[in-house]
Nanobody, 124 residues
Framework: QVQLVESGGGLVQAGDSLRLSCAAS????????MGWFRQAPGKEREFVAA????????TYSDSVKGRFTISRDNAKNTMYLEMNSLKPEATGVYYC?????????????????WGQGTRVTVSS
């Protein structure tokens, strides 16, 4: 059974930092590129960040570049999203996704497995 379990969300103030985690099981973690997506209330799901199998290649949405950092620890089967200088527009449910492949991709339709999400709320 494949499971992706997000954690680390919560209620924070603008300017704060937060680290999200995604723990994977049921897959050979190193065979999958990983990504983070989010969905704000009343909006469509959008790409946030993605990382290659080895962690040596990353890509980010323009809205988070310079403030968010995606990483992975393949020994722990875990992916992370470090979010700094949080803004209210970062509010939403953040989803972990896994794609069988090497390169990080921005298209949600290319991902094979999804977690249930963790909620992030940034107050002004």
């Amino acid at each position: 059974q494949v499971q992706l379990v997000e954690s680390g969300g919560g209620l924070v103030q603008a300017g704060d930092s937060l680290r999200l985690s995604c723990a994977a099981s049921g897959i050979t973690f190193t065979n999958y590129a990983m990504g983070w997506f989010r969905q704000a209330p009343g909006k469509e799901r959008e790409f946030v960040a993605a990382i290659s199998r080895s962690g040596d290649e990353t890509t980010y949405s323009d809205s988070v570049k310079g403030r968010f950092t995606i990483s992975r620890d393949n020994a722990k089967n875990t992916m992370y999203l470090e979010m700094n200088s949080l803004k209210p527009e970062a509010t939403g449910v953040y989803y972990c996704a896994a794609r069988y492949g090497v390169v990080p991709d921005t298209m949600s339709s290319l991902y094979d497995y999804w977690g249930q999400g963790t909620r992030v709320t940034v107050s002004s």
